[in-house]
């Protein structure tokens, strides 16, 4: 069946640095574009990032812009999310989603000192 197995989150403090992955298995990796979301307390999950199937175009929530890359190793089954410069409000659950229809089951970030 089809998997997505999210992994990387953790306690940082501000300005430091985490990266996230998001492995798939159970159906065609390569075929599906996917994306990053995020759920704050209290907040609706939002847009994050998102990336083709091909990895040759990304877009990003403007939030993140210049401090957040999203990227994929098709050959690995494996999307990531690059979270550099990480402030309090980035603290949040993040979860990957293909568009094959499937959520993963989402890896806490807290960005706290």
């Known amino acids: 069946q089809v998997q997505l197995v999210e992994s990387g989150g953790g306690l940082v403090q501000p300005g430091g640095s985490l990266r996230l992955s998001c492995a798939g298995s159970?159906?065609?990796?390569?075929?599906?574009?996917m994306r990053w979301d995020r759920q704050a307390p209290g907040k609706e999950r939002t847009l994050v990032a998102f990336?083709?199937?091909?990895?040759?175009?990304?877009n990003y929530a403007e939030s993140v812009k210049g401090r957040f890359t999203i990227s994929r190793d098709n050959a690995k089954n494996t999307m990531y999310l690059q979270m550099n410069s990480l402030k309090p409000e980035d603290t949040a659950v993040y979860y990957c989603?293909?568009?094959?229809?499937?959520w993963g089951q989402g890896t806490q970030v807290t960005v706290s000192s």
């Open positions: 989603y293909a568009a094959i229809g499937h």
């Open positions: 159970g159906f065609r990796f390569s075929s599906y574009a």
């Open positions: 990336i083709t199937a091909s990895g040759a175009y990304t």
